[in-house]
């Protein structure tokens, strides 16, 4: 077989860009997602912690869900990105972490963000923007301090978390660091591959859109802390993707820690935001300086 990206044939570099080829049943972990994200949905609104549901664009799916910290006062925001490769899952399975971080003096907000095909990418991270200037906006309503706002991803919502850091906010109407940190997880920030492989079936783009939405390739405006991790067991290329990133964010002087997180896979190392006391969580609460788990 013909070569089409590194030394990868079309069947290899299909294989090394899905996840799922690292385990045995995927849905095992995506039903803890809609279990866990259930559970902190149902214990929030007992309590009369959250909004749901809250518009903050003019597309149908630009929505996202806010939870605020048990105790009040002025607190940061943690922003999250649910992975699904631009094309599944939603802000429904991506709020397991609320708790954690409700416990621990931060607001939390799950993104929901229309899907491919139905949006381009270009389409998917303007849409991701327009919900960071929306909270900012909107701040003093839920009195989360729009100074402290960080975010993290997960897979595809990494690349997202990463593009928004990219971002010139000042055009937005934004200070040019709006955003304070970046957690990326199972991320992917160079998207040549991604556009050789079968993922892009669904997704559509051409050789421009993918170089214009690689973080990787581009100039980094904003300097703030960067968390990249990715699971033991993962395929190679994902595990290539944040290691060349954390080197090209270190050459440009911004902190960037890098972990390969033990005994777990692409699927279920984000769920280690859901316990306060895994690697992942406490990296991401002493960014926010709210270690007090």
């Not at 003093?140 to 402290?148: E, T």
């Amino acid at each position: 077989m013909t070569p089409i990206y590194a030394t990868f044939d079309q069947t290899e570099l299909d294989r090394e860009y899905s996840p799922s080829s690292c385990i045995d049943d995927i849905n095992v972990y995506l039903e803890e997602f809609v279990r866990a994200s259930n559970a902190a949905k149902d214990h929030a609104l007992g309590t009369g912690l959250c909004d749901l549901d809250l518009q903050y664009g003019p597309g149908d799916e630009e929505t996202l869900d806010l939870f605020l910290p048990t105790e009040s006062g002025s607190a940061p925001l943690h922003v999250f990105i649910h992975g699904g490769y631009w094309q599944l899952l939603s802000k429904n399975e991506s709020c397991f972490a609320a708790p954690m971080f409700q416990r621990n003096g931060s607001y939390f907000s799950a993104l929901n963000y229309t899907l491919a095909p139905h949006q381009t990418l270009t389409g998917i991270v303007d849409e991701n923007r327009r919900a960071i200037v929306w909270l900012f906006e909107n701040a003093d309503k839920w009195g989360f301090d729009r100074d402290r706002i960080y975010l993290s991803g997960h897979s595809a919502g990494a690349h997202i978390a990463m593009m928004l850091l990219l971002t010139d906010w000042v055009t937005h109407g934004l200070p040019a660091d709006a955003i304070k940190g970046v957690c990326a997880v199972s991320g992917i920030f160079d998207l040549e591959p991604v556009r050789l492989c079968y993922v892009n079936d669904v997704v559509g783009m051409d050789a421009e859109e993918a170089a214009l939405n690689s973080p990787i390739r581009h100039k980094h405006l904003n300097q703030c802390p960067v968390i990249l991790s990715y699971g033991e067991n993962e395929t190679t290329e994902f595990k290539r993707q944040s290691d060349n990133y954390q080197k090209v964010l270190k050459e440009v002087g911004m902190p960037a820690t890098l972990k390969e997180i033990a005994n777990r896979n692409h699927f279920d190392v984000i769920l280690d935001f859901a316990d306060a006391n895994s690697w992942l969580s406490q990296q991401v609460l002493s960014q926010m300086e709210l270690n007090r788990a």
